[in-house]
């Protein structure tokens, strides 16, 4: 799995340059827009096997897919079909950020949408951690207003969660 492969003392350090980077975001978007999401899971589960530069971008690599599936799916519903809970979520933070830059929900209207994915105690932290990513890229990564909007969930364990997020981007 990838996650046993970053584990691995051989792939730490190896990372993508900045063009590098950006080659391979096209490659997943090429995919999705081709495909759909779960083809471009399969290939980067495939480049994970070959070179450590996937294993340790993997996080924002998963970013960028959510965004590209989010921009072809239109919504959060369609789009999370494809979820895979691979490299920290990074599919469902990326499909939250676009969400968020799109549309200005309400706390509950958040709450109902992270019910939604909600099965364990992690999906809920990741979502919540999510939107505190979405809040930063929604606000120009305006710390003080994603803050004041992760304070808006009445639960600590979401606030907490949102938090975590903001200070993560």
């Known amino acids: 799995s990838?996650?046993?492969?970053?584990?691995?003392?051989?792939?730490?350090?190896?990372?993508?340059?900045?063009?590098?980077?950006?080659?391979?975001?096209?490659?997943?978007?090429?995919?999705?827009?081709?495909?759909?999401p779960e083809t471009a899971f399969r290939w980067l589960e495939s480049q994970t096997e070959?070179?450590?530069?996937?294993?340790?971008?993997?996080?924002?690599?998963?970013?960028?897919?959510?965004?590209?599936?989010?921009?072809?799916?239109?919504?959060?519903?369609?789009?999370?079909?494809?979820?895979?809970?691979?490299c920290n979520s990074g599919y469902t933070h990326g499909i939250l950020e676009s969400l968020l830059a799109e549309r200005q929900l309400t706390a509950e209207e958040l709450v109902a949408l992270c019910a939604t994915v909600d099965t364990t105690a992690l999906d809920s932290w990741q979502c919540y951690h999510g939107l505190g990513h979405g809040f930063?890229?929604?606000?120009?990564d305006d710390l003080v207003r994603s803050i004041a909007l992760c304070e808006t969930f009445q639960e600590e364990r979401f606030r907490g969660?949102?938090?975590?997020?903001?200070?993560?981007e």
Do not use: W
């Open 2 to 36: 990838i996650l046993e492969r970053a584990a691995q003392p051989s792939h730490q350090g190896e990372v993508f340059t900045e063009y590098q980077q950006r080659i391979v975001f096209r490659q997943v978007s090429a995919l999705v827009a081709q495909y759909d």
């Open 161 to 168: 969660s949102c938090i975590n997020g903001v200070f993560m």
């Open 136 to 140: 930063m890229f929604a606000s120009d």
């Open 50 to 86: 070959r070179d450590a530069r996937y294993v340790n971008g993997c996080h924002p690599i998963v970013h960028h897919l959510g965004y590209t599936a989010f921009a072809k799916y239109g919504d959060f519903a369609p789009a999370m079909e494809y979820r895979r809970d691979i």
